[in-house]
């Protein structure tokens, strides 16, 4: 009887006792490892670490200063760098190469790239005349048409918006070439990968899982080498102890404790207390932070806010999501007053503090010393209720020794970025308004970003494609559907996400100008696939836990009037909050149904 064959896992490369440094600075040490055909892996570390060398060499790229790199005979690497030189040809020519109109409209991988990565767009239109972002959707549409057997890609969700992350996890999972990714996208590392590599120092540590997989792991060995450092120094002060005591001391046998923590985040507090940050802000604003009312702001070809009226209140931590064009960036101005609306009043409550963290910062001297233009700002600053100095907070910032004192003109764009933001932070702000703050930084100076904003008490609009960051820092989730109208999603981004489907459906595929005739010869794509009831399901579980977290708060919270009935000011603050929760918990009653619904069609 024949046996059926099996899938066979094949080693695509290997790196063999790999070194490459430029100058002084060591990015690969003597590092040796592969990458096997099923293989989904995550590139991680500080920027200036050597993740995007990493894989340069991988790709046989760049070569390095010894060792080996070894190619499985005939691989076809798909590589995407940071910067692309692009021909100067129109975008379907680029995109498509010579494959006539009827192979690539037959071919349903070609059809999903174009939805997803170039839906609305004119194929016959130039590549000169495209953005930057452009023309790196362009490049990544390019190389995802093709086949390959090791896709490798550097910062693929740099100029995606939500949506379009959203889609290349999906397109990437459907796949089954091996992949390394290089991001500071959790949420999309998490989605897409199944290992994760840290480069750093030289050296490259290796992880079973995606980023959540990998932080806890990492903590784990961190927890054990803790654990044995403190061992051999407390072995270490008992051996200096015997010396110093002498032979008589030699009976007494002092005991040590070494205690390891087995469960690494049982009994762990939330990352921020949500309600005590709210008290405290609402001590330093007062009830009016921002309103707007009636505010009508248009450009020359639509409407971007009709007749708005919405409350920024004290302690609000809010994620606006929307469309590119939707207004986001304009929203934040006239909150900051920056920019004046049409028609329709901007009030700004007199205790008010802002800071307004833009995409297009202002320029420091290039002269100047990071250390030098954070004082001049403040010497010191207290974030909730720490203290830190400048140049604790530059550290924090990843301007660690030398580089405190680097010219400014000799910083990354990343680095003058961060440095921005920690100006803002240092002037004690009681409202941020963020857009695109996460631009440029790595993941490890993102997690002391998000630990800073736990502890400060203020009010927060956030703009950003970094879901996980929006996810992490803020409470409430809001949307520019791109119809003049702000919406509060009680489903947060999934929610959002599902709406825009069905407004959009699947999109329609680009078409040159002159083959528009015939684009009417594919067929219609199916209205729910199993894709989309899985992401539903999994709405519905999320909406179910947020609603099991709602109902143990509100016993708890009759419990708390009961013993409060003689104070009633705290009791006018739990019924308040009695009433928001069973406000949300209805909302998300209707997000259930909704996406039952959805399930069963």
């Known amino acids: 009887m024949a046996v059926a064959p099996q899938w066979e896992v094949m080693n695509l490369v290997n790196l063999q006792d790999v070194s490459l440094a430029y100058g002084p600075l060591v990015l690969l040490d003597k590092v040796s490892f592969g990458v096997d055909s099923e293989d989904r892996i995550g590139v991680v570390g500080r920027n200036g670490g050597g993740k995007s060398t990493l894989i340069s060499v991988l790709a046989g790229i760049t070569t390095p200063d010894s060792g080996r790199v070894v190619h ?252 590119n064009g939707a207004g986001k960036s304009t929203l934040l101005r006239v909150l900051a007053e920056e920019q004046r609306p049409d028609s329709g009043t901007v009030r700004i409550g007199r205790t008010v503090r802002l800071a307004h963290l833009s995409q297009n910062v202002t320029e420091l001297d290039p002269t100047e010393r990071p250390l030098k233009v954070v004082m001049d700002v403040r010497e010191h600053v207290t974030i909730g209720k720490r203290d830190y100095t400048a140049s604790q907070m530059l550290e924090r910032f990843g301007f660690r020794g030398d580089r405190q004192w680097t010219p400014i003109g000799d910083l990354s764009g990343g680095e003058r970025r961060r440095l921005q933001l920690l100006r803002l932070l240092m002037d004690e702000p009681n409202v941020l308004f963020l857009d695109e703050p996460t631009n440029d930084l790595d993941i490890e100076t993102l997690t002391e970003l998000e630990d800073l904003l736990d502890g400060w008490p203020g009010s927060l609009v956030l703009v950003t494609h970094d879901r996980y960051f929006l996810e992490r820092i803020t409470d409430h989730v809001m949307a520019l559907m791109g119809d003049g109208s702000l919406v509060l999603l009680p489903g947060g981004v999934d929610e959002y996400l599902r709406r825009r489907a069905e407004v959009t459906g699947r999109g329609a595929v680009p078409v040159a100008a002159s083959e528009a005739a015939s684009d009417g010869a594919v067929g219609p794509e199916p209205t729910v696939s199993a894709a989309e009831r899985r992401a539903a399901q999994k709405e519905m579980q999320r909406v179910e836990r947020r609603m099991d977290r709602i109902g143990k708060r509100e016993g708890e919270l009759h419990e708390l009037m009961a013993e409060a009935a003689d104070d009633y000011a705290r009791l006018a603050d739990l019924d308040a909050e009695a009433k928001t929760l069973a406000t949300e918990r209805e909302a998300l009653e209707e997000v259930w149904l909704e996406q039952a619904e959805f399930v069963e069609d």
């Open 72 to 323: 499985n005979r005939g691989l076809r690497v798909g590589f995407l760098h940071q910067r692309d030189d692009f021909p100067d040809t129109t975008v379907g020519d680029f995109v498509l190469g010579d494959r006539a109109e009827h192979e690539w409209a037959g071919d349903a991988r070609t059809r999903d790239v174009l939805r997803g990565l170039l839906g609305g767009w004119d194929l016959d239109q130039p590549m000169s005349g495209l953005s930057g972002g452009e023309r790196r959707r362009s490049g990544l549409a390019r190389l995802l048409i093709d086949d390959h057997d090791l896709i490798v890609l550097d910062e693929p969700t740099n100029h995606l918006d939500i949506e379009g992350i959203a889609w290349l996890a999906e397109h990437l999972n459907a796949r089954s070439e091996a992949l390394v990714v290089v991001t500071h996208d959790r949420w999309f590392l998490d989605a897409v990968t199944t290992r994760t590599w840290e480069v750093g120092r030289g050296t490259v540590e290796r992880y079973e899982g995606g980023y959540a997989a990998y932080v806890l792991a990492k903590a784990e060995r961190e927890r054990q080498a803790a654990a044995t450092e403190e061992r051999r120094q407390n072995l270490m002060r008992k051996e200096l102890a015997w010396l110093r005591r002498g032979a008589p001391a030699r009976t007494s046998k002092p005991k040590f404790r070494v205690e390891a923590a087995n469960q690494l985040i049982e009994d762990e507090p939330p990352p921020r207390d949500t309600v005590e940050l709210v008290r405290f802000a609402s001590s330093r604003l007062g009830k009016t932070v921002v309103d707007l009312k009636d505010v009508v702001v248009s450009v020359p070809d639509r409407v971007l806010l009709d007749h708005l009226t919405w409350q920024l209140g004290p302690g609000d931590r809010i994620g606006l999501v929307g469309v």
